[in-house]
């Protein structure tokens, strides 16, 4: 959040807990003890990780009730959740200039580095610290330097780049893993992998890191800059070469390192920025210097770390997965040996969800389905056509249903080693039934419920509308539950705590659906719903046989909501995962 952004009047726990960790960047600018800044980070920390909104606990005067939330910080809190406004956080950012908070999001540059440049440069916002470098002023400060100046004006353009829309994960991970594999072949390379927010698996992607191993950068550097598809060569020197492809104008920037700085590089270009402050704040506690050059003790010794998993075992911690590295309380979990050790995997999971064919709104027929999903190892594939209400999707009558069945039983016959489970994906309608009689939905294997109209419904309306469909006995996954749909429409209004818990009490799993431009729901309703015991089902969305891929994307957003191979109800073969969806809490 920016200095100048005023609070909305209807505060959710994000926005909380965005504001605790301004308050604390704000401390540090003013020199403040390292005490209090940790209780707000701890605080905010908490607050993010909660199941629940914080509207009941402020309302019956519980926040004190939470680990770390004293007396005044419930204040705090509450005085912001019930107006909308926070004094405190006025009074702190009044005695700063509006930009110099958002200097803080660059990379590399913390609060003691801004407040530096503030006191001894007025360099107080973005542009002034660009012209800076760009005169050479950073480097007369004592402790920066020309590499310094370089580094901060990349960072500048990373940023910039990253306020822009930010690509779909779906799109740009394919041709991330081209240029991968095309690295990792080039004479002399070790080790390569993909790194940054691609390599977290995060929704929506601005750029592509790439970290390699080998002896000599040049020969890897020319691979990358030399790749079919590079529309120019925005800058090459002895370890890293950036590229801007052809295709989306996406950036590509590859560092090369000798291999004993591999794991340590890769973890800090993997990020995220908040994971990695918290971890080297974790290694300086204990007189170890953590950067992308190695970990190195007080006495300038270098420590060995020939995988990243060395440099947790170094802070007494588990490893953590690159998909969980959010600072979102994966730290506090990894010191206790709390973080789940058997997260979903692709390989987990036995059964595509969610697909349609030349029925109703797909392009394949139901045997090309059946055998793409056979050629991926696929155990049995849902067939789930649109239903009678989704006319512009061709929704089918019900008699067209009943005959989808014979074919069904035909392709089955046909095609060994995968099946078709008959199965609708039937429309929610606006007053929370379901489009097609319970006799009909009975006669089924599978039952999904999407909401795929009048997504205007006040909160209210559409929190009533999802909780009368979740009575439905008859229903058995909510698909995509907040209709969202990346970059071009924003999820409808909806308590989603409500949702999970009623999805809860009736057994009902929720779809984390595959789909790129929807991964609905989004990876912190899935750590909720998981918290409170829902059952989940991982989707491809499919429309067309290549579709069937977007199950990684599924497993990728589970994954980041610490969802484990037991929470994921088609891990299971295909008749327990049936009789799993038929049994009804």
Known sequence: MTPDVTIPTAVDKATVAQVLRDISLLLQLQGESGFRVRAYDMAADRVAGLPQELGPLVAEGRLESLPGIGPALAEKISELVTTGRLGYLEELRAQFPPGLLELTQLPDVGPKKVARLWRELQVSGIEELERACREGRV????????????????????????????KLLGEV????????????????????????????????????????????????????????????????????CSVRLEAGDLQVDLRVLPDEDFATALHHFTGSKAHHIRLRNLGHERGLKISEWGVHRDDGTKVRVTEESDLYALLDMQYVPPELREDTGEFEAAREGRLPEDLLTLEDVQGAVHAHSTWSDGRNSLEEMARAAQALGLKYLTVTEHSEAAIYAGGLKVDDLKRQWEEIDRVNADVPGVRLLKGIEVDILESGALDYADSVLEQLEVVIGSIHVRHGMDEDQMTRRLLAALDNPCLQILGHPTGRLINSREPYPVRMDEVLARAAERGVAVEVNGKPARLDIKAEYVRQAVKRGVRLVVSCDAHQKEDLRNLAFAVATARRGWARKGDVLNTLPADRFVTALRERR
Request: charged share 25%; no cysteine.
């Open 173 to 240: 991970l394919p041709v991330a893993t081209a240029l991968l594999e095309r690295v990792k072949s080039a004479p002399g390379v070790v080790r390569a992998s993909l790194g940054g927010s691609v390599r977290r698996q995060a929704e929506t992607v601005a750029d592509v890191d790439i970290i390699a191993s080998a002896p000599e950068a040049g020969p890897v550097l020319d691979a990358l800059a030399n790749a079919p598809g590079v529309a120019a060569v925005l800058g090459k020197g002895d370890s890293k």
């Open 139 to 166: 480097r007369q400060l004592s402790g920066f330097g020309a590499k310094s100046e370089a580094k901060m004006l990349e960072g500048i353009a990373v940023y910039r780049r990253a306020r822009g829309e930010r």
